[in-house]
């Protein structure tokens, strides 16, 4: 896969799970890497190593904040939009802190990335964003309903940057990130996502809770598979591949009855009790889809995107990553 090398970008969010693996990413390829971030849900350890690295620069500022954001952006080529409040039950808790980050924020990055002539503006978009269309696989122009305040944020993410490349040409593009998963994401907190949070409680032996009956099912993508994808999105010269979104995803499904089998398996080899750890039904979340599916066929056309990674190839690697940092 082409890289992109010696160029100066600003990762928001850079010290999260997605975030700090991009920056870590673009240092292999002599990129000047600035990362902001106000460490409400990023976190230092992810980033420790990246500190005394002559190309990477940390701002500790906050994307609500706008002269925090134009401080950011000074002397930068390109921008990947990481910065948010993920979660559909924190949406729901709390609508106001989700929107003030994730609308409010995101357009403070637009008019800092606008008014310091960034040549491109990737940012995180969401499959949440697909709402209630019952569609199957997801393709980027039919969307329904929003089904949750977060959803309605990247929602208005996408109407923005579409609104920001009409009015003052700046070049933006949206992934659609579909259930990301792999080294460095968070097993605590009320909020953390399904697959470490099930690693976790696994390697304690205590009974993860399924919401529903197990066979809502996600595309779930492996971590590189976004790298490649930010990556190629920061490449494209053509113009007919900007000012859009992407699905970013592997285009597969997996139940959650079915990734459970899986990672009790790749657990087990280090743990053979794993294996007998009972799981505990519980009732359907609020606001939950019960199924995604991406079609990915724009990102391969378009951008040449190409995933290396199957959600049970990534599963086998994340699980190895766990094992080993979070004993």
């Not at 700090?20 to 849900?41: G, I, M, P």
């Not at 995180?124 to 929003?146: F, M, Q, R, V």
């Amino acid at each position: 896969m082409n890289q992109i090398k010696d160029k100066t970008i600003l990762v928001t969010g850079g010290a999260g799970f997605i975030g700090s693996n991009l920056c870590e990413h673009l240092l292999e390829y002599n990129n000047k890497v600035v990362c902001l971030d106000n460490f409400a849900t990023g976190r230092v350890q992810n980033i420790q190593h990246l500190l005394n690295h002559s190309n990477f620069t940390l701002i500790v500022g906050d994307i609500r904040n706008l002269s925090d954001c134009h401080k950011a952006v000074m002397g930068v080529e390109y921008v990947l939009h990481q910065a948010a409040l993920g979660s559909v039950p924190r949406s729901i808790n709390d609508p106001i802190t989700s929107n003030d980050v994730n609308v409010s924020g995101f357009l403070n990055m637009l008019v800092a990335a606008r008014d310091a002539k960034v040549k491109k503006f990737v940012y995180a978009a969401s499959s949440s964003t697909y709402g209630d269309s019952e569609a199957l696989p997801k393709i980027e122009d039919k969307i329904g309903k929003p089904l949750s305040p977060y959803a309605i944020t990247k929602y208005v993410n996408e109407l923005y940057a579409d609104i920001f490349q009409k009015s003052y040409g700046l070049n933006c593009i949206g992934l659609r990130y579909f259930n990301v998963f792999g080294r460095k994401q968070d097993p605590n907190g009320a909020y953390a996502a399904v697959i470490p949070k099930f690693v976790m409680q696994l390697m304690k032996h205590e009974s993860p809770i399924i919401n529903g009956d197990g066979n809502y099912s996600r595309d779930f993508t492996y971590i590189d598979n976004v790298i490649q994808m930010n990556v190629l999105a920061l490449l494209t010269e053509n113009p007919e591949a900007m000012n859009t979104v992407y699905n970013t995803a592997f285009g597969d499904r997996t139940t959650l009855n079915d990734l459970m089998a899986s990672l009790k398996k790749y657990l087990s080899k280090y743990d053979e009790k794993i294996a007998s750890v009972e799981v505990i039904y519980g009732p359907n979340r609020n606001g939950d889809i019960p199924h995604s599916l991406a079609s990915i066929d724009k990102a391969k056309k378009m951008l040449g995107y190409n995933p290396q990674y199957s959600m049970q190839q990534g599963l086998e690697q994340a699980v190895a990553w766990y094992w080993e940092n979070l004993q």
